[in-house]
């Protein structure tokens, strides 16, 4: 079944708060395939924060998982992602488009600090494939 369309501008609950420690940042950059000497996490890290919002975004509307291919991703930074952060993250649905029997969805995660201060700014683009 096709997305709904009514969902572009629909903004999902925040995630629950993640605390960003230097032991999950060198866990995310050893799993990346890096070495991490401590001060800010890289660039990809608030994925982790982010891939939470999609899943509770995928979990509401209740796409199956299986039916996705990630299409693509960015992050525009207002500031570094540092430990002892605390961050959440909240998905809006930016664009919806329908091609060939597949949802092609924009995302945007708005990944925030513990006092409400706006971090950084995830994109995403998955693709959903029809039943059919």
């Known amino acids: ?4 369309k009514s969902l572009v501008g629909r903004s999902f609950p925040p995630t629950r708060p ?4 230097e032991e999950n940042v060198r866990a995310f950059v050893t799993a990346t395939g890096g070495e991490y000497d ?11 924060v982010a891939f939470d919002a999609m899943n509770d975004f995928l979990e509401a509307e209740q796409v199956d998982l ?6 693509e991703q960015g992050f525009s930074y207002l500031r570094a992602v540092e430990p002892g952060d605390v961050l ?14 597949a949802d092609i969805i924009g995302t945007t995660s708005v990944i ?16 959903h494939r029809g039943e059919a």
């Open 88 to 101: 959440t993250a909240t998905l809006t649905v930016a664009s919806l488009r329908q091609i060939g029997g």
């Open 66 to 71: 299986f039916r996705i291919v990630h299409g």
């Open 18 to 21: 993640y605390a960003v420690s």
């Open 112 to 127: 925030t600090d513990e006092g409400g201060a706006e971090v950084c700014t995830g994109t995403a683009t998955i693709v």
């Open 1 to 4: 079944m096709p997305i709904d």
């Open 38 to 48: 401590g001060g800010p996490a890289p660039a990809t890290y608030p994925i982790v």
